[in-house]
């Protein structure tokens, strides 16, 4: 769909213009004030109604506003009206080529010219995450919003997963392992335990030992009394006789008064020195008995058990809880090793999901057709030649904006620059570029014209005309 034709009457400044562009750059020029941005708007009004129209669309002092185009072979009339207490009122008006009159609605229209982003301003007035999402129309193959979203849970997870390793790590790091650690624990128990039997064993040996050691200094007693008795008979028979010998001196002087009493006094004493070796004599026999019973017991005995060595027993169990220990610790570590190793792991998975994201994002950005060269998607922004988009010069927006509104009109070949005035040669060169290689018609507004064809404005009308009328008046 293009343009053809445009005439407006008594839209804002214009009084009437009538204008017949050629295919690609119209330039539209004209001091301040002569009417250029409103004859600009009036396509869209003329296309979209009252719902982009001014507060006073019509010309101060005229009844209404007309603004007629040709679109293809259909010529499209919108007359804008005044209310009565006011606002606004508009029809559409649709005519063949011939024109024959039919009745038109604002959907025909509509459905007639499909989308369309004719003014590359609206684009550029985006904030940059605005220009981003409203770029990402040309990636249709891409979810930008779910990927970013993706990304973001994944990002945050990795950033948790990550830190739960690095604690698993250092808390693996802190413990210490004695080299050659076995991997099974030592019985400890059993340790003790044999320890335990070992001390009431050694306990009853020596218990035996000390019985033993009496009986033996019984038996040495009674052997020294069996051994002692002839020198106590003749101790005994010394005294006894030293008394008879004491007696027979004090009886001496009653002696042959006597003499009887000293004869039975012989006879009891010599009995009584025969008793008492007998019984001293008998008292030896039992003590050779007993000492000969102690004998055999002794003999008899067998040797005692080996004193065990409790203090090796003790060491090994020392040693054994030692080791055990060094058990324990390797394997905590083994476990915060491999906690740390899981969430590596689960890291390295994020990592790659997010790559294969962004690859997938690489992938459809290359493959996507971007309205213009150097155009690229950053994060979250728009680069042009590699610097954020909004960094580009005044020209070089101008000239990507009208790039991407030419692409986001898929039916209507139409697109408009009204602040014109700042592009150079290079620059104007460059828009009657994109004009042909897209097909598109692009309106320019300029102060003082760059182009050799520019349609020059005077107050609110065409300049040539504005002159014809001036000369014929004179
Ligand atoms: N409803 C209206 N009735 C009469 N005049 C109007 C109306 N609306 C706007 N104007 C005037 O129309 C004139 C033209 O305005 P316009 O914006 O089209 O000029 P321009 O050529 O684009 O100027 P500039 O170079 O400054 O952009 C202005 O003087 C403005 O005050
Ligand atoms: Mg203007």
Not at 157 to 164: A, D, E, I, P, W
Not at 193 to 214: C, P
Not at 438 to 460: F, M, N
Request: hydrophobic share 40%; glycine share 6%.
């Amino acid at each position: 769909m293009r343009l053809t034709r445009l005439e407006t009457e008594n839209y804002k400044g214009i009084k009437a213009i009538d204008i017949t562009p050629k295919p690609g750059v119209t330039e539209i020029s004209g001091p301040n004030g002569s009417g250029k941005s409103s004859s600009i708007e009036s396509i869209e009004v003329w296309l979209d109604g009252l719902r982009v129209a001014p507060a006073e669309p019509i010309r101060k002092g005229a009844e209404r506003c007309r603004i007629r185009g040709r679109l293809g072979d259909l010529y499209v009339t919108r007359i804008i009206e005044r209310k009565k207490g006011g606002g606004h009122t508009t029809r559409l008006l649709f005519e063949n080529e011939e024109g024959k009159p039919f009745p038109g609605t604002q959907k025909k229209l509509d459905d007639l010219i499909g989308e369309h982003h004719l003014d590359p301003l609206d684009f550029l007035a985006l904030d940059s995450k605005g220009k981003f999402d409203a770029f990402q129309v040309f990636v249709p193959g891409f979810d930008f919003a779910r990927a970013a979203q993706d990304n973001a849970v994944d990002y945050e997870r990795r950033t948790k997963v990550n830190s739960l390793a690095r604690e698993a790590r250092a808390a693996a790091g802190l413990i210490h392992v004695p080299e050659g650690t076995p991997a099974e624990p030592i019985d400890e128990q059993a340790l003790v335990a044999e320890l335990q039997r070992a001390g009431d064993e050694n306990t009853e040996t020596e218990r035996r030992r000390q019985r033993r050691e009496q009986l033996a200094e019984i038996v040495e007693g009674l052997r020294a009394r069996a051994a002692g008795a002839p020198a106590e008979i003749e101790r005994a028979t010394r005294e006894i006789e030293a008394a008879r010998d004491r007696e027979v001196a004090r009886i001496e002087n009653q002696i042959r008064a006597l003499e009887r009493q000293r004869d039975d006094m012989r006879a009891e004493y010599g009995a009584k020195v025969a008793v008492e070796s007998e019984r001293i004599q008998k008292a030896a026999l039992d003590a050779v008995r007993d000492a000969d019973e102690g004998q055999a017991k002794l003999d008899a005995a067998g040797p005692l058990p080996e004193i065990i060595d409790t203090a090796a027993l003790s060491k090994s169990i020392e040693q054994a809880r030692k080791t055990n220990q060094a058990i324990a610790a390797a394997q905590t570590r083994a476990k915060h090793t491999s906690t740390a190793e899981r969430y590596e792991a689960e890291s390295g998975e994020l990592t790659e999901r997010m790559e294969a994201r962004q690859a997938a994002k690489r992938a459809a950005v290359a493959a996507a057709k971007l309205p213009i060269e150097g155009l690229d998607f950053g994060e979250n922004e728009i680069l042009l030649n590699g610097i954020p988009f909004d960094q580009a010069s005044t020209a070089q927006k101008l000239r990507a904006g009208v790039a991407y509104s030419i692409a986001r009109n898929p039916t209507l070949r139409l697109v408009w620059i009204k602040d014109a005035s700042l592009l150079d040669d290079d620059s104007y060169a460059e828009i009657q570029k994109l004009a042909a290689e897209h097909d598109c018609d692009i309106y320019l507004e300029t102060v003082r014209a760059i182009g050799k064809d520019a349609i020059v404005l005077s107050d609110g009308a065409l300049a040539s005309e504005a002159q014809e009328k001036s000369e014929a008046a004179a």
